[in-house]
């Protein structure tokens, strides 16, 4: 029987070298809108946030999907998981991305530019839509998420989503000697979304409490196996698919 209050046991830092070497073997499963989802709740918060390119849903693969309301499933009676972000827009990676470094820039100027980029990484991965090393979340299988209660009062994690800060690492409230009541909580929150999502079947990036991996380079890193499941993928428009569509089609002229 799964115990929620499980501590989270100490986690490995990922070697970003080896995860873009582990191979991707592309199963081609579909992406789906997580909108409409009722064991769980969407908050896409970057489009809330105003960030351009930004969609107002949360979109993912059908596997994801499957292992969040498995997740959600799993968590105290009352306690409702939220997704945050899911697959992104490739300029929505870039602008994270290099927004961040621009603030790891400024307070760290004396460092060289590879600690500042080790540094924004912790955080934000490179944007790299590329077929062998593509960003977590270009996949469809990379997730943040949160909790809140049964009327959407958002609980204590302990620090925001997309925090800079050394308390945003999944075990930062682990490692407290003597905890307050407050802290006491937070631990508890971490370990029900930490127990919940990776009895699921997801990873955890260690630096985020809230990020989530299934199927990407990163859950294949955490979890052993010997391939990835999923590539980089698009959430396509409208206009896009039209074409495709028409391009599969032989129209006779006449």
């Not at 979109?59 to 009352?78: D, I, K, M, Q």
């Amino acid at each position: 029987m799964l115990n929620l209050e499980r501590p989270i046991p100490p986690q490995t830092d990922p070697d970003w070298d080896a995860i873009a070497a582990i191979p991707i073997a592309g199963c081609g499963e579909p992406m789906m809108a997580f909108g409409l989802a009722q064991n769980f709740l969407v908050y896409p918060a970057y489009y809330k946030q105003g960030i351009r390119n930004a969609l107002p849903e949360c979109h993912g693969r059908t596997g994801v999907f499957e292992r969040l309301l498995t997740a959600a499933s799993l968590l105290p009676e009352g306690v409702r998981l939220v997704v945050l972000d899911a697959w992104r827009p490739f300029a929505v990676q870039q602008y994270l991305y290099e927004s961040l470094l621009d603030a790891v820039t400024a307070r760290y100027p004396q460092l060289d530019d590879r600690r500042r980029q080790q540094l924004t990484r912790q955080f934000v991965s490179p944007p790299d839509n590329s077929r062998n090393a593509p960003s977590p979340h270009l996949t469809g299988g990379a997730v943040d998420v949160t909790l809140c209660d049964r009327h959407g009062r958002w609980l204590d994690m302990g620090t925001g989503f997309d925090e800079a800060s050394p308390r945003s690492s999944t075990t930062a409230f682990e490692q407290l000697e003597q905890p307050t009541a407050e802290q006491e909580q937070v631990r508890r929150h971490r370990r029900w979304l930490h127990n919940a999502m990776i009895e699921a079947g997801f990873s955890n990036l260690p630096s985020e409490w809230w990020h989530y991996d299934f199927g990407d380079q990163l859950w294949a890193w955490h979890s052993g196996a010997q391939a990835a499941l999923y590539g980089p993928t698009q959430v396509h428009s409208l206009e896009s698919l039209w074409h495709r569509q028409l391009a599969e089609q032989t129209i006779d002229p006449t």
